[in-house]
């Protein structure tokens, strides 16, 4: 499948900083970019999506911004709780099929209260 | 509510048994998924089905086959099971396109197979 690197792979933050998790492609042409949260013992879950035109887009604590340019999205975390604490994946539309993933390989976030 | 669920939460088989992990989901779904989920390697595509009897291979297929006879479930069959295949693996569904234009894919709460 198609490359995509996440960075970092684990990241310690303190109740009530922010969390940025980045993620960098290399299809051109993709145009639908989703960040999974997994939690631990559960599948991942949706928690925020963005289209290729749009540049940020935000749901209450999290953002996720696209730079078409660089190839790169990042989601963005603020006033993070201990909740937050799972593992997030970035991902985006493998090009053998328009309804399959390619998945970034995670970032274990840890919130300390 | 949604639902995706697998067959068992944790399994453990030999080196060589065949062995089947089933996947339901309850949303009337057209897409049905199968991943493997290893540290440090993320999620990769093994299989997907984009209707009933039809699967594609995803980019991991060797040494799994699939079968889809009913829409709402889709099984994993691993012909010869192998110490490399020791895993987590998670069913997932998804259906109609979102207003982003992407399928929010829903995930079971996998299942965690052991090969000795």
């Known amino acids: 499948g198609e490359n995509v690197e996440q960075h970092p792979s684990t990241l310690s933050v303190q109740e009530g900083d922010s969390a940025v998790i980045k993620c960098t492609y290399s299809d051109s042409a993709s145009n639908y970019f989703p960040w999974y949260k997994q939690e631990l013992g559960k599948g991942p879950q949706l928690i925020i999506d963005?289209?290729?035109?749009?540049g940020e887009k935000k749901d209450q604590r999290i953002a996720v911004t696209l730079n078409k340019t660089a190839k790169h999205f990042s989601l963005h975390i603020t006033e993070t709780q201990p909740e937050d604490s799972a593992v997030y994946f970035c991902a985006y539309p493998n090009s053998n099929s328009g309804y399959a993933l390619n998945f970034g390989k995670g970032t274990s976030l840890l919130v300390t209260p | 509510d949604v639902k995706v669920t697998q067959s068992s939460r944790y399994l453990v088989k030999r080196t060589g048994e065949k062995v089947f992990l089933e996947c339901v989901q309850d949303?009337?779904?057209?897409?049905m998924f199968w991943y493997r989920q290893d540290p440090g390697l993320g999620l990769r595509l093994i299989y997907f089905?984009?209707?009933?009897?039809?699967?594609e291979k995803g980019d991991i297929p060797e040494g799994y086959s699939v079968s889809r006879e009913k829409k709402e479930r889709f099984s994993l069959i691993l012909e010869s099971a192998s110490t490399n295949q020791t895993s987590m693996y998670l069913c997932?569904?998804?259906?109609?396109?979102?207003?982003?234009?992407?399928?929010?894919?829903?995930f079971g709460p996998g299942t965690r197979l052991t090969v000795t």
């Open positions: 089905s984009y209707d009933v009897k039809m699967k």
């Open positions: 949303m009337d779904h057209e897409n």
């Open positions: 997932a569904s998804s259906s109609a396109p979102l207003s982003s234009g992407g399928y929010e894919q829903y």
């Open positions: 963005i289209r290729s035109n749009v």
